[in-house]
């Protein structure tokens, strides 16, 4: 996939090699999440990733209907009051079969969680439950990356012993399909071209979820991402297929020609389905972009017509990898409307994760399709702030370890990798990320390992 802003291509959406690869390699990482089975692009891409919706989040959610969703999702869980003693909670239990007894002194069988291990409530099984989901079959190969001492507590945490059924399964992430895979134009004379299409989908925000009925181009919610270098002529051909207008708006992008901005009744007239129309411009400034839909916004963006367009430097001393080594890069659309609360379109445990190996420098495009402000907050790092709304910040440039994104706002960060961890990576409004079963919605991970590791045949 493509990179950073810069001329060399790197993965957009998971992950790139280290220096040592060589050029061909990172470009076979660059494809999504098929072509990140590949050596280590797999941990990267695929290791830990899923973070996906509740049921109860996404139940309501149908194209074409207004924001049904609430928080924070139903529960499918009762706790009792963990205060309770074992005998009144069990008299409980008996008085109503939907209560579960939360602190009782031996372990509880309970035909949909299992054992209830001592001092625990059904929410914290219900809430391992979804991290075991995220991991999958990776979690015991994972824990033998980090050595013997640490890969026993990370085992012990998830309970490897119990042999429960997800260590035999894909992480989440792997079970459903990602978006913000790269589309590469074709060179028309001195033009690139980028088809597309705009599709009624049946889109899955977790894999345990049935489909959400959604919009997307080429199918895919996020959209492909669209990769350019400033300066160059472009012409985007959208093909509706929706059975209804929409029209396309290039987010951030300085046109010439504003009849090119994409929104209806004010530069065009709305789009008619079955039609194909074309948007021609010159790719300027650099920075990190987006295009979707600015005609029934409500409804066709917050069912997935969004998608990332980047605009690489013309002058590759300014790219991230020049400027800061950049050697990994990921892209994350946020949006919170009718699919819930998803990143690239998908809740915990079916968001694919960043992953990382000591000495990287990851870049990270944060755009915010959705109607909230989300403060993104990273565990055990600072990540530095150095561009917002494609404009770099130069000397303005800050640290923080939460950030704050508006509605149409794009940052990008960078994150220099130098200590291994699992660091929870989430919206911080804790009611976008934690309910009574567990982390669910705006939850993600950066998982740093002490090396590069080849995780690929696990996930055949």
Not at 57 to 73: I, K, R, S, Y
Not at 253 to 281: H, K, R
């Amino acid at each position: 996939m493509s990179t950073t802003d810069q001329h060399d291509p790197l993965p957009v959406s998971a992950t790139v090699d280290h220096a040592s690869d060589s050029p061909e390699q990172r470009a076979d990482l660059g494809a999504g999440i098929g072509s990140a089975l590949s050596r280590r692009g797999f941990l990267r891409a695929s290791a830990l990733a899923g973070l996906g919706a509740t049921a109860a989040t996404v139940a309501a959610c149908t194209a074409g209907a207004a924001p049904a969703w609430t928080f924070p999702p139903a529960p499918s869980i009762n706790p009792a009051p963990s205060s309770a003693p074992s005998a009144a909670a069990s008299a409980a239990a008996s008085a109503a079969p939907s209560a579960v007894a939360s602190a009782v002194p031996s372990a509880v069988p309970s035909p949909s969680l299992g054992n209830i291990p001592a001092g625990w409530s059904a929410h914290d099984v219900a809430a391992r439950s979804k991290v075991r989901r995220f991991v999958g079959k990776l979690a015991v190969p994972l824990a033998g990356v980090y050595g013997p001492v640490a890969g026993a507590k990370l085992a012990e945490i998830l309970g490897v012993a119990d042999n429960y059924p997800e260590l035999n399964e894909l992480p989440e992430f792997a079970k459903v399909p990602q978006g913000n895979q790269p589309l590469a134009p074709t060179i028309v004379g001195d033009t690139k071209v980028f088809d597309l299409t705009i599709d009624n989908t049946q889109h899955q925000i977790d894999a345990l979820t049935p489909p959400v009925a959604g919009f997307g181009y080429n199918n895919a919610w996020p959209g492909p991402v669209l990769r350019v270098t400033e300066g160059d002529k472009v012409r985007v051909n959208f093909t509706n297929n929706l059975g209804s207008t929409t029209g396309t708006h290039f987010h951030g992008i300085a046109f010439d020609d504003f009849f090119m901005d994409g929104v209806p009744f004010v530069t065009q007239l709305p789009q008619v389905s079955g039609t194909t129309e074309a948007y021609e411009f010159v790719a300027k400034p650099y920075g990190s972009m987006m295009y979707h839909s600015h005609h029934n916004a409500t409804d066709q963006v917050g069912h997935g017509l969004l998608a990332a367009f980047i605009i690489d430097p013309k002058d590759s001393a300014l790219s991230y990898k020049t400027k800061y080594g950049v050697t990994q890069e990921f892209v994350w659309i946020s949006n919170d409307s009718q699919g819930g609360f998803t990143i690239n379109g998908h809740g915990f445990p079916a968001v694919a994760p960043i992953v990382a190996a000591i000495g990287d420098v990851v870049l990270v495009r944060f755009m915010n399709e959705g109607i909230m402000m989300h403060p993104w907050h990273l565990h055990g790092y600072r990540m530095k702030v150095v561009a917002r709304d494609g404009a770099p910040l130069g000397t303005a440039a800050f640290e923080a370890d939460t950030l704050g994104v508006n509605p149409g706002e794009r940052y990008d960060v960078i994150i220099n990798v130098d200590r291994p961890g699992i660091w929870a990576f989430h919206c911080h409004i804790l009611p976008h990320v934690e309910g009574p079963d567990g982390m669910f919605g705006m939850v993600n991970a950066l998982i740093v390992t002490p090396k590069p590791v080849d995780l690929a045949p696990l996930l055949k």
